[in-house]
């Protein structure tokens, strides 16, 4: 008898964010593959006789590839065990859930994807920052910073210009180039910026500024990864420590092209 995959979201990290579902079906893997960024806590839900499996998945660093650990929990599936993927995050966003259930269901395996809160909202939520606004956002779009090889990058100058919250992840390492792009495409460098990294766990950190300000910003502070951007007039709400909150959005800065 074939068995089952189960693809979940762990949350952005405190264990407290998990799903009861995501835990119910932890409570039932024979085998679950997770990823670096998991909190290791979460696993106690696993039974005690469970195998687990570090599989790596940690921006910038060497990682088991991917096509290993689908073959993997294809290997498992087929020998008839309950296997959880389980992911930090949320499974469809950036999280490569896609490709791995049509692999799983190429193999003829049954596959339920359980979602979990994804860090692009958690984040800005933890520092007090509402990703959508009546006053200053109609919106907001989770965009990467760190394209695949061979794809092309997302279209800066259109996101600029949409009036949308912009939440970036993997976006540290080219902040600048990032930014940069934002201006050129029409976006005020006044517009309000802010960066949290390790949302909801150990060694959280987060700090507000503005787009044009925000490159140096993050290499004076040291920020790395995983951190998340936050682009936008709801960033000026952002909760830092001795750091004074708005009362409401600031008026539209415009588009007037910017630049260093």
Request: hydrophobic share 45%; with cysteine.
């Amino acid at each position: 008898m074939i068995g089952k995959v189960y693809l979940v979201g762990a949350g952005p990290g405190d264990p407290e964010l998990l799903t009861l579902k995501a835990v119910r079906a932890l409570e039932q893997a024979d085998v679950v593959l997770y990823d670096s960024l998991v909190d290791e806590r979460v696993l106690v839900h696993a039974s005690w006789n469970a195998r687990r499996v570090l599989v790596g998945k940690r921006g910038g660093c060497k990682s088991p590839p991917q096509d290993f650990i689908e073959r993997l929990m294809i290997q498992e599936a087929l020998a008839g065990r309950t296997v959880v993927r389980l992911k930090g995050g949320d499974p469809y966003v950036f999280g490569r859930g896609g490709e791995e259930r049509r692999h799983l269901l190429a193999q003829g395996i049954e596959v339920e994807v359980i979602p979990g809160i994804t860090a692009g909202l958690a984040a800005p939520a933890r520092a007090g920052i509402p990703v959508t606004d009546r006053d200053c956002s109609r919106g907001v779009a989770l965009v990467t910073g760190h394209a695949a090889e061979g794809t092309p990058e997302p279209d800066w100058t259109a996101l600029a210009r949409s009036g949308l919250t912009l939440v970036i992840y993997m976006g540290v390492a080219r902040c600048a180039n990032i930014c940069e792009a934002l201006m050129r495409g029409g976006l005020s460098q006044a517009t309000s910026a802010a960066i949290v990294q390790s949302a909801w766990q150990d060694g959280e950190r987060m700090h507000a500024t503005t787009l044009r300000r925000l490159p140096a910003d993050v290499a004076r502070l040291g920020f790395g990864s995983p951190s998340i951007l936050v682009i936008g007039e709801v960033a000026r709400y952002a909760q830092i420590p001795g750091r004074k909150v708005a009362v409401a959005c600031a008026p539209a800065a415009g588009t007037t092209t910017a630049s260093f």
